[in-house]
């Protein structure tokens, strides 16, 4: 069963960067689209960030020209560096892969990490 582990949350001051990274394990031939939610506190989750197997990318409005996403296909890791970081940004990060391809070509679908906190607060 693959399995996806969120890092790098945290309390940051606004106007700081955190970097989050999201590593998949488990018997893993290839990830197709990997993306990167969240949800605050009373909200609906939200895309933030996601990128195909290709590189192509996509963001939320609300975090254009602050986040960037990117990916290791060599680690199956996905990152979000994110920057110039905002109260408003206060949530819980989720790193999701819509579609996995195990070894022996199993696929699985809407693999969710547990998530990681990030916290903006003076």
């Known amino acids: 069963q693959v399995q996806l582990v969120e890092s790098g949350g945290g309390l940051v001051q606004p106007g700081g960067s955190l970097r989050l990274s999201c590593a998949a394990s488990g018997s893993i031939f290839s990830i197709y689209t990997m993306g990167w939610y969240r949800q605050a506190p009373g909200k609906q989750r939200e895309l933030v960030a996601r990128?195909?197997?290709?590189?192509?990318?996509n963001y939320a409005d609300s975090v254009k020209g602050r986040f960037t996403i990117s990916r290791d296909n060599a680690k199956n890791t996905v990152y979000l560096q994110m920057n110039s970081l905002k109260p408003e940004d206060t949530a819980v990060y989720y790193c999701?892969?819509?579609?996995?391809?195990?070894?022996?070509?199993?696929?699985?679908?809407?693999?969710w990490g547990q998530g990681t906190q990030v916290t903006v607060s003076s």
């Open positions: 999701n892969a819509d579609k996995v391809l195990t070894i022996s070509r199993r696929p699985e679908y809407d693999v």
């Open positions: 990128i195909t197997a290709g590189g192509s990318t």
